[in-house]
């Protein structure tokens, strides 16, 4: 594979193939897709399940077949590395996550990866050991969507995983988080510990998952910022009894409570307005029987906001609004916030190498907020981090129908290598 006109082409710059590369990013995104592929024509790849394993296994294949040094960390990352001939040399980390959401797309978390090992995999051919070392990073977890914690991955390389936290938490079938992770193979100490001071810099590339860069017929999104975010789980509790014989006056409803709580949240959010987002994704009902009045009701709630200042506002009158409906309706209500991340900037400097990039290659870009929760945000506290968009067919994502073009990938592609170029073989110093 050789690269074309990338930017002011250097000797012994081959030419690459861009149909090449929009093959393989295409039939590698179809390749990994195949890991947790689910009846619905969705992908289901959960922390430490056995698609999640499998996933991991194969990409730790791919990158050795690939040229790439490969090696796990003891949260279950893995690594593939080019290393630099200097043994100080600290490290360029590019990368996603490789779990997904139940019966989620083939494109999110998993282009990020892919996108990586293409790259690297072009530089180290094309010129050989770079200054500082070079790596791809396929994430243990992002999404939350088998435990109540998400970033586990990020978070334990810098540092800032909530040990304490997974003692107590269970999957939604009751297997606790360390049993799964130990059971997987990790979390015993047979890996390096995974906190990392090389890394220089991390770079994501992701979908949008938004329908901002398709609808202005822009292949490139730099993301500027990364909304605020906070998760939070409700539990209502009031008492089981006969739907034929209690009276409404005299029933301690908790799925009434919790329909409550729901509604006055969502319209509390609607009072706020954009940028605002609030959503209830999940929620849990027992003994969930047609004729017994509900006395368990658990529910999720996600709020986002780019300044954290109204992200607490409004998720303290979410709470109050809960406590008040609980009140209403005789109820004890439980509230659980499991995730509390900071709206944050992209690192500037970066944020303009990769604009003068995209103008060197013609390719149309803009700067732009993310509405969605990545690991670039986990990373932005701790290095300088850039996170790079492409576009999402109508928008769509944690879904089937997730679809972005192979020209969008390669585009993607094309900068990303571009980027790790000139932060690996030929900045003399980076921030
Ligand atoms: O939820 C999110 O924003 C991301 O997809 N995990
Ligand atoms: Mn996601
Ligand atoms: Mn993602």
């Known amino acids: 594979m050789n690269i074309a006109d990338l930017q002011q082409p250097k000797e012994g710059d081959a030419r690459m193939n861009i149909a090449d590369l929009q093959q393989q990013a295409e039939e590698m995104v179809e390749w990994l897709a195949a890991y947790g592929a689910d ?27 690939m040229g790439l040094d490969t090696y796990y960390d003891d949260a279950g990352n893995l690594f593939g590395r080019i290393a630099s001939e200097d043994p100080e040399a600290g490290t360029i980390l590019t990368g996603s996550h490789v779990d997904t959401v139940k019966c989620g797309g083939k494109y999110d978390g998993a282009f990020g990866i892919i996108a ?50 997974i003692a107590q938490i269970r999957d939604s079938e009751g297997i606790p988080f360390v049993e799964a992770m130990n059971k997987a193979g990790f979390g015993l100490g047979h890996y390096r510990s995974p906190l990392r001071k090389d890394i220089l810099s991390f770079i994501e590339l992701h979908i949008e998952q938004g329908a901002i860069l398709e609808r202005e017929q822009t292949t490139i999104g730099i993301v500027e910022q990364i909304v605020g975010q906070k998760r939070l789980t409700i539990e209502c509790s009031g008492e089981a009894n006969h739907a034929g014989t209690t009276p409404m006056g005299w029933r301690k409803d908790a799925l009434r409570g919790a329909s409550q709580m729901i509604v006055a949240i969502m319209e509390a959010a609607d009072r706020r307005g954009a940028p605002l987002v609030a959503t209830v994704g999940k929620i ?22 780019p300044q ?101 990938l390669a585009a993607g592609v094309q900068v990303l290598i571009r980027l790790l170029y000139e932060l690996g073989y030929e900045k003399e110093t980076i921030s």
């Not at 849990?284 to 996600?302: G, Q, R, Y």
């Not at 309706?329 to 190498?353: C, F």
């Open 39 to 65: 009846p619905e024509g969705g992908v289901t790849r959960l922390l430490y399940t056995s698609s999640w394993i499998e996933a991991q296994q194969a990409m730790d294949r791919k990158m050795r077949a």
């Open 308 to 408: 954290g200042d109204v992200l607490d506002a409004f998720c303290e009158e979410a709470v109050a609004i809960c406590f008040a409906a609980a009140q209403d309706r005789g109820l004890q209500v439980k509230v659980n916030q499991h995730l509390d991340v900071r709206p944050v900037g992209m690192d500037a400097s970066l944020l303009r190498s990769i604009e003068t990039i995209c103008q060197a290659q013609g390719l149309p870009y803009r700067l732009m907020p993310s509405g969605a929760g990545h690991d670039a945000q986990i990373m932005a506290a701790h290095y300088p981090t850039s996170l790079i968009f492409v576009p999402s067919h109508r928008g769509i994502s944690h879904n089937p129908a997730e679809y972005t073009s192979k020209e969008d």
């Open 116 to 165: 990586g090992l293409l790259a690297l995999r072009y530089l180290k051919e094309t010129y050989g050991p770079p200054k500082r070392n070079i790596e791809v990073v396929s994430l243990c977890e992002e999404e939350g969507s088998r435990f109540p914690l998400t970033f586990w991955g990020s978070t334990n390389i810098t540092g800032t995983a909530p040990t304490d936290h």
């Open 284 to 305: 849990e009902v027992e003994p969930n029987v047609s004729n017994v009045i509900p006395d368990k009701a658990a529910f999720t709630l996600d709020i986002r906001h």
